[in-house]
Structures are given as C-alpha cells and as structure tokens.
Nanobody, 118 residues
Framework: QVQVVESGGGLVQAGGSLRLSCVASGSIFSINVMCWYRQAPGKEREFVALITSGGSTNYAESVKGRFTISRDNGKNTVYLQMNSLKPEDTAVYYC????????????WGQGTQVTVSS
C-alpha cells in the first residue's frame, strides 16, 4: 500500500502562508482522488481539499479561495498551498485517498501540525 509522509507545517501568524507536502513511498498515479484532511484539537477529522488524477480540484467552503491543492505524480507528491491563514485553520493536516475518513488510524500517516496565532 501507499505510505505517505506529510511535512511543511509550522507556526505562523494570522494572514501568513504555508505550503504542505505529502510524499508517497509508492506511486499515487493509480489513485484517482487524493485529499487533504485536518483535525483540530477535540474535533473530528474533516475534509479540506481534493485533487483528481486529471487535476480537477474541490475545496471545503471554509478554505475556498485561500488554499490550493496540487499534485505532481512524477514526484509522488501532493501539495497544499495555504494563504491568508486564520487561527481556526490550526490543526494537524493529513493526506489520504478520497473516502478515508471512515478508516482506522493505521491507514493514516503522522500528519503535520499547523498552528496559526492570532
């Protein structure tokens, strides 16, 4: 199975930007839809953005216009460019295939922490 490592998180002030990377140990070319998810403290993991193998994208309403997801199949990497960050964006960010929210923790990577200060 494809294993992923998320990176690029950090501490930023509100209004700042971060670019997250999700590097897969196996090819993601065969996976039609890859997604970014996030989980804030005390909250359920939620969908953030998706990208299809053809490059089509969709976003949660809360991040639309601020975040951009992209995919480089040659590098087996999915990116999430986050601009105009808000404190409510603070969460651990994960990448996984579409439909992963119902899966157990063994099917997820470690994620990368994003903290946005007010």
């Amino acid at each position: 199975q494809v294993q992923v490592v998320e990176s690029g998180g950090g501490l930023v002030q509100a209004g700042g930007s971060l670019r997250l990377s999700c590097v897969a140990s196996g090819s993601i070319f065969s996976i039609n839809v890859m997604c970014w998810y996030r989980q804030a403290p005390g909250k359920e993991r939620e969908f953030v953005a998706l990208i299809t193998s053809g490059g089509s994208t969709n976003y949660a309403e809360s991040v639309k216009g601020r975040f951009t997801i992209s995919r480089d199949n040659g590098k087996n990497t999915v990116y999430l460019q986050m601009n105009s960050l808000k404190p409510e964006d603070t969460a651990v960010y994960y990448c996984n295939k579409q439909g992963s929210l119902g899966l157990g923790y063994r099917f997820w990577g470690q994620g990368t922490q994003v903290t946005v200060s007010s």
